[in-house]
């Protein structure tokens, strides 16, 4: 692997690279009177937080750049057990600086380095959250760059004698999930537009991480979508309705060549028809087919990775309330008043609403009646079976081998209870090896049911101590992280990553 790779052509390759952003101090400004407007359902203990958070960059660094075990293991027996350790942060002189799993703010740091660049962002950040021409001069006069990207991320300006502080501007506690601000497609990256205020700053970092240091050379792979030009002149309740809002959990890049996008709580149609339009008149990105799926505006299910996620070329964890399949069994049983309501809403709500592929063309110019079709294959008639013909026919899985694997074990309220601390979340680090949560004991069992081994991650880097186990040994397996509190932000291992670099799975025909 080169050492900036960028390519991703599915969401089960062995993964290589990824970016990621530990728990900064603004996750620990949040207060309850800020919960829906900063998109939390909870407050955090922010310390414990980090702790469950660095056995997820520990899991990560063992299967991506094993080189780094010994050196942050030689920080966890020194230091109290009470406090993060040194290497873990991502500002700090000791920090493990992988050129595989890469920090948020340890690369912004990097684009800070470039004096025109400085000046370029802490300008648009200040004009965007309305700062005074003073606080822009504090952060002008701020000379290490590391200290500055942490400011630009949690909002935290310290006064020079260290002691007093103030915040600058809003915290972003929600850039843990580092998911939702960009996609990478083959080898083209997809930026995100986010949908509320409480995350335009991080669209606007990402941006520039993305131009002056992921892309620098490459610029012109950088896919952005925007507002249309006359979006000004609508007035309040029409910019609610034609907004351009659209966030990484609601695109898979699912299969070489295929690709599927949400419609959700926080993408909307507009932002998907402009995505399509973009990539299709773009051919260098490679895909021929989008599947486009619309789920309920819930914020149990914000995104489409919150409902599903793939864990081998023949298995998926599903959230059973959008199965198709379960539905008609249980409306031709009888069933509780209580699911006969559920069941309905979500039947009403949820649709799968086109697929498209595109015609190679050679004409020079893009016309979007010539160079794509809908056209909606006769064997998908809802999410669980999208789910099983990508198996079938991007994967060439026999129909008979696909497994579906439920939230909760498909048992009422676990699989409820369990969907929304992220069950279905789970982040692929091979084919059949996946990151979930210790929290979600029914959907365990599932995994169980259908073959897979169930460990921590804190017992499986002992059997890598041990030589016991190794990366490459371990397959078929569900390792699951602390997430007492990690769960409480409303994301799960998928959320938590941007996938930059994955192997090509291999497909047999």
Known sequence: ??????????????LERLLIHSPDGGIGKIVPSKFQEWLYDDTVFLSNMRREYNEYIKLLLYFLDPDKIGYIRSFEKRQDKQKQPDCYKPDHPDYFNSDK????????????????????LISAVCAWEGCSFKT?????????PHELAKVLI?????????????????????????????????????LSNAASPARE???????????????????????????????????????????????????????????????????????????????????????????????????AQMHIDTVFTQVRKDTWVLFGKFSEMLNQYKNST???????LDDSEAKQTFELVEIRRYKKSTEETYDAGKNYEINISHKVTGLESLLRNISIEDFNIPESDVRIIYSGNNIFPYDEREQWTDSCNLLALKDGVVV??????????????????????????????????????????????????????????????????RKDVRVER
């Open 436 to 501: 979930g949560y210790d929290r979600n004991k029914e959907t365990e069992k599932g995994f169980i049911q259908n073959g897979y081994d169930i460990i921590t991650a804190s017992e499986l880097f002992d059997r890598f101590e041990k030589k016991e186990a190794s990366p490459e040994t371990i397959n078929n397996t569900l390792i699951l992280l602390p997430s007492a509190e990690l769960s409480r932000a409303r994301g799960g291992a998928h959320c938590m990553s941007m996938p930059l670099s």
């Open 1 to 14: 692997m080169a050492q900036n790779a960028i390519h991703v052509t599915s969401e089960i390759g062995t």
């Open 201 to 299: 700053r991080e669209s606007m970092l990402m941006k520039f991480i993305s131009f002056y240091h992921l892309f620098e050379k490459k610029q012109e792979k950088i896919i952005e979508i925007s507002e249309s030009s006359s979006f000004f002149l609508l007035n309040e309740e029409e910019r609610r309705d034609f907004k351009t809002s659209v966030e990484g959990g609601d695109v898979m890049m699912i299969a070489p060549g295929h690709m599927l996008i949400g419609i959700s709580e926080r993408t909307t149609a507009s932002a998907v028809n402009e995505i399509i339009h973009s990539i299709f008149k773009t051919p260098a990105v490679g895909i021929e087919k989008i599947t486009v799926i619309k789920i309920p505006k819930h914020r």
């Open 136 to 144: 822009e001069r504090k952060l002008d006069a701020i000379e290490n």
């Open 101 to 120: 799993v890469l920090d948020t703010e340890h690369v912004l740091a990097k684009v800070l380095e470039q004096d025109a660049i400085r000046s370029k």
């Open 334 to 340: 009888r069933y509780s008043y209580y699911h006969d």
């Open 154 to 190: 949690s909002g935290v300006l310290y006064n020079p004698d260290k002691k007093q502080r103030q915040l600058a501007f809003q915290p972003l506690p929600n850039f843990i999930f580092t998911r939702d601000i960009g996609i990478v497609l083959h080898d083209h990256l997809l």
